[in-house]
């Protein structure tokens, strides 16, 4: 019988985070300092929930929008709540879920803590690793 892979074992649990009223150049300078694509929003209160924001939201807005990198906040642009699984589900319902709509990266929580995020490049490079 194939053992099951669990969102946790392919989930980046390094995850950088970011308060909601930061600016986006704020934004922008944290991931380029981390050399990542995408930050989780923090949450306001233990029942709120996790948000995100892509360095894709952040172009889109000033470019397209003619907004101003200094004046707009995170809180402008960024999805909340973000999709997010759990981190204990089979990876294949994760995967469904972020193909069906069309998703590139998911928050992984466990009761309502963040625990990771899952990526489709996370999925690409665990299919590349079972074809060798």
């Known amino acids: ?43 306001h209160s233990p029942s709120d929930a996790y948000g995100i924001i892509t360095n894709s939201q952040i172009l889109r807005s000033v470019l397209a929008e003619d907004g101003d990198i200094e004046l707009l906040n995170v809180f402008d642009i960024y ?32 009761n309502n803590e963040l625990k990771g995020v899952l990526s489709i490049t996370d999925l690409s490079d665990y299919l590349l690793a079972m074809v060798e």
């Open 1 to 43: 019988m194939e053992k099951k892979v669990l969102v946790e074992d392919l989930m980046k649990t390094n995850v950088t985070t970011i308060k909601a009223h930061a600016t986006l150049k704020e934004a922008l300078q944290l991931m380029k300092q981390k050399g990542i694509k995408s930050l989780v929003v923090e949450k």
């Open 79 to 110: 999805q909340k709540p973000a999709f997010f699984v759990s981190a204990k589900i089979d990876v294949k319902y994760a995967a469904k879920t972020m193909l069906t709509h069309n998703i590139k990266r998911v928050v992984v929580t466990d």
